[in-house]
């Protein structure tokens, strides 16, 4: 493996943590009921916005939530500068973040699992493509194209990109099967 592929990998890891970090953070505070069903935050969702996110209203916890993480994904720039390259990291990794990080609240939370993810409907995700929410493809695939637009990366970074991924990838979907056997 590359140098840039094992960059990935670690990068990649950091990024799983991250993410389980938040789903359980979130699983404390939303519990069984997601998209902040049952807290006390205002909601906006008009249809056309519904049709748009694939039935996710707006809410004050989501939109604080997301302006917080997009701040702290977007901090190295305030820190080492801005450059291209950086910019799509940071811009890259914040959209892997929010599809793994919501997989991973279901495959983490008790009253859901990957395995009811997967067959039952969500009220909070109008569709879905091989029983995963479409999101998370989109945000792969924005990953990839912030990735694609921003930087314009050679094959080194694609590799540490598609390392990012593949971790991803290998630790979210498994930790569904290790949870599913000690329930």
């Given amino acids: 493996m ?3 592929a094992w960059a990935g990998a670690g990068q ?5 943590a991250l993410c389980h970090f938040l789903a359980r953070v979130e699983i404390e505070i939303e519990g069984a009921h997601g998209w902040a069903e049952k807290l006390p935050t205002w909601r906006w969702g008009p249809e056309w916005w519904l049709d748009l996110t694939n039935g996710k209203t707006l809410t004050g916890y989501h939109l604080w939530l997301t302006l917080f993480l997009l701040a702290v994904f977007h901090f190295p720039l305030a820190v080492a500068g801005f450059s291209r390259a950086l910019w799509a990291e940071c ?3 914040y ?3 929010t599809g ?3 997989l991973q609240w279901f495959v983490w939370n008790p009253a ?10 969500v009220p909070w995700f109008r569709f879905k493509l091989l029983g995963l929410p479409v999101d998370y493809y989109f945000a792969v695939a924005a990953s990839a194209l912030a990735t694609r637009l921003i930087w314009t990366p050679g094959m080194t970074q694609w590799a ?4 990012v991924v593949l971790i991803l990838s ?3 979907i498994p930790t569904a099967a290790l949870v599913r056997a000690r329930r």
């Fill in 95 to 97: 959209l892997l973040l």
């Fill in 160 to 163: 540490a990109r598609a390392g």
């Fill in 12 to 16: 990649g890891l950091a990024l799983f």
């Fill in 91 to 93: 811009l890259s990794s």
């Fill in 100 to 102: 793994m990080w919501d």
């Fill in 2 to 4: 590359s140098p840039a």
């Fill in 170 to 172: 290998a630790l979210s």
């Fill in 112 to 121: 859901w699992g990957f395995a009811r993810l997967r067959r039952d409907p």
